[in-house]
């Protein structure tokens, strides 16, 4: 794959790799600048077969992480036994092991993310078979780097350009918002502005945050997936709706699964089990449908679903699938993720087995 990054900007190309889930090696030029990168399945990752080793000490030289005396060191060591400075790092307790791998997403983010604001640019990706992942050091989640890299663009001509024209309508897409990005505030407040399908130039007017900021929030959004451009030919032939009597059975036996968590969970840590799972729900409702906006959760740890019912009973079936359903499905896998950290994978199995014991509403 060639083109050039006036044509299609570094998100979109990374945006495309991501999705296709390609493996192989990116190569970004522009002018003296030759910048490059491995994928593997769609993921950004740090081989140790393409990383230039002395570079990256020269990176934590610069920073001051690594002295001169200790790089010396390093160096000499590295040659005496033959051995990677890498290696050497942790072995010579330069570095933890922690230190050094978050050192190398570092390197690759930084080396990268100046490519965001380039308007002219030469690329070639060159399509390779999936790497071994015992050679894989580092994997860098593509689209949470896209997310990053917007976030940190300084070129406001460009990202100006790139934004979509503001007599356009905008809505939330529910069924393909990723469930790995964590928003800030500030992008949760924009998403919470498009409820419904709004004009961007609404958006600009209302956005406490301003035009320059929300625009890039807005194009920050669009390339992760939480919102889009409504279709033009929507097909007239709806399916129909979902039974009164269906929604309550799903309802019922989702906070049936929600009260086993939360009594789960309580006998483990006690009290502190509501605020635990509470923050799940709030960290959720992003990716959520406007339905899910006034869900609270309930001091036997159930879901209140006056809401939910009251925005799912004039959905079609097709609807009610995608925004109550899946949202419904989020929750709780937030909830038992939630579990996995408090209290550890055992704990995690365990309670799935119990859940799938509970029914399932499909």
Known sequence: ???????????????????????????VIKE??????????????????????????????????????SLKRCIKHAEDQKESLLKTLIELDILTPQQLWASLEEYQRTDLLPIFDW??????FDIEKPIHEHKILVQIHTLGFIHDGIRHMQNETLLKSL????????????????KSITLSDPEKYVLSLINKPKGLKHIYTVSELGHRETQRIIFSLINLGFIGFPQKNKTSQSSPEIPKSEIYRILELFNEKCSFIFKYISKEVGPVALNILEKCLEDAKPSLSPIFEKARLGPDGKVETNSILKGGISLSREEFNVQVLNGLNDILVAEVLAVKRTLGNEHESTLVNHLKKIGEWN
């Open 1 to 27: 794959m060639h083109g050039e990054l006036a044509e299609k900007h570094f998100s979109q190309l990374l945006l495309h790799i991501y999705k296709a889930e390609g493996s192989g090696r990116l190569e």
């Open 32 to 69: 003296s600048i030759d910048l490059r990168a491995t994928f593997h399945k769609g993921q950004l990752v740090i081989i140790k077969d393409f990383l230039d080793e002395e570079a990256f000490c020269d990176s934590l030289h610069k920073k001051k992480i690594l002295d001169s005396p």
């Open 119 to 124: 308007e002219q640019g030469e690329y070639y």
């Open 163 to 178: 934004a979509p024209d503001e007599s356009k309508n905008v809505e939330r897409l529910f069924s393909e918002s990723p």
